[in-house]
Nanobody, 111 residues
Framework: VQLVESGGGLVQPGGSLRLSCAAS????????MRWYRQAPGKEREWVAY????????NYADSVKGRFTISRDNAKSTVYLQMNSLKPEDTAVYYC?????WGQGTQVTVSS
């Protein structure tokens, strides 16, 4: 099983990024997927959830209205579209599914 995140980087406040998480080694379409993040010195926190079919999503209050989780089961990939980014969104972002974690991708929001 492998989960590989990509798409992180440095962005100015108010900017956007789209994270991707490519899954392999399991039946991706059978599992809900989640994004988490961990800021320096803080515990890992849940960010967003999407069910296996992609028809149901849920978000942490801190990102609701700014972030959108989606998935493409044909590509075994889950996405996190992040808009109106704030400095407090700076963290390493991880995808999670079927009990597995990716290696994370760094998102830094700074002017």
């Amino acid at each position: 099983v492998q989960l590989v995140e990509s798409g992180g980087g440095l962005v100015q406040p108010g900017g956007s990024l789209r994270l991707s998480c490519a899954a392999s080694g399991f039946t991706f379409s059978s599992y809900a997927m989640r994004w988490y993040r961990q800021a320096p010195g803080k515990e890992r926190e849940w960010v967003a959830y999407i069910n296996s079919a992609g028809g149901r999503t849920n978000y942490a209050d801190s990102v609701k209205g700014r972030f959108t989780i989606s998935r493409d089961n044909a590509k075994s990939t889950v996405y996190l579209q992040m808009n109106s980014l704030k400095p407090e969104d700076t963290a390493v972002y991880y995808c999670n599914g079927n009990g597995y974690w990716g290696q994370g991708t760094q998102v830094t929001v700074s002017s």
